[in-house]
């Protein structure tokens, strides 16, 4: 198993914060902006305690039902079919519902009784009532930078995890996953996260999102693959965030000052 196991570079106690919440089988939150290690750190957890995982990406259209399973028709019978959550509940796995505010109200009422001490997750449409194994665990993320008031998390759905706040590693950190992540020498990775750094502290410059470190990961990669440093960061750096010229204009300066 251990062949398997994803690469995750400790930026803290999180490993340690995730298996005692594991152990205790408490739900988890985790909060941070998009790209910067929450989706790795998951996987590598579940590899690491033995688990199953069962990711979904939130999105607005998403119901209880895509979680917890339909009724389909197979040669003309109709035959339950689980979601992810009920698959993960019924295996003992960890379900990781990614961007969770983006899903529709009625998934928050579906995830109620399986935070608390019950452990439960009634499925109406089969009649069950399925008790949560030990080794079942709920994590949930969102990324609160962007969200606006009316797409936060209810306080009292947040109030029903345990939480851990996520952001771009410290520089010493970023350079060692990225030249990892990208087989790139330290050397040359050190001066990509110094302009990182740069492009992030950007204020006068209105970006809904910053560089993050899977950008980082993707320059680095274009980098090693023998394109011209600069026009490795136009295309991972620059473009991805912005598509107004004069914007890209600034953020190229920048650039050019590194590269
Ligand atoms: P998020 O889920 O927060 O959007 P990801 O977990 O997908 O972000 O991270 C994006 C990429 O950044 C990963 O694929 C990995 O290459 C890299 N990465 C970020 N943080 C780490 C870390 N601590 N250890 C290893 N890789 C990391």
Known sequence: MLAEMPFYRPVGNECILFEITYRQRLPLLIKGPTGCGKTRFISHMAARLGRSLHTVSCHDDLTAADLTGRYLLKGGETVWMDGPLTRAVREGGICYLDEVVEARKDVTVVLHPLTDDRRILPLERTGEILQAPDE????????????????????????????????????????????????????????????????????????????????????????????????????????????????????LELVRATY
């Open 136 to 251: 079942f665990m709920l994590v949930v993320s969102y990324n609160p930078g962007y969200q606006n008031i009316l797409k936060s998390l209810k306080p009292s759905t947040r109030q029903r995890f345990v939480s851990i706040s996520f952001d771009f590693p410290p520089a010493e950190t970023e350079i060692e996953i990225i030249a990892a992540e990208s087989g790139l020498p330290v050397k040359q990775c050190i001066p990509l996260v110094n302009l990182a750094k740069r492009l992030r502290e950007l204020k006068e410059i209105d970006l809904e999102e910053v560089v993050s470190t899977r950008l980082l990961v993707y320059c680095a990669i274009l980098m090693k693959s023998g394109l011209d440093p600069f026009q490795a960061a136009e295309t991972a750096l620059v473009e991805p965030l912005c598509d107004d010229v004069e914007v890209k204009q600034g953020l």
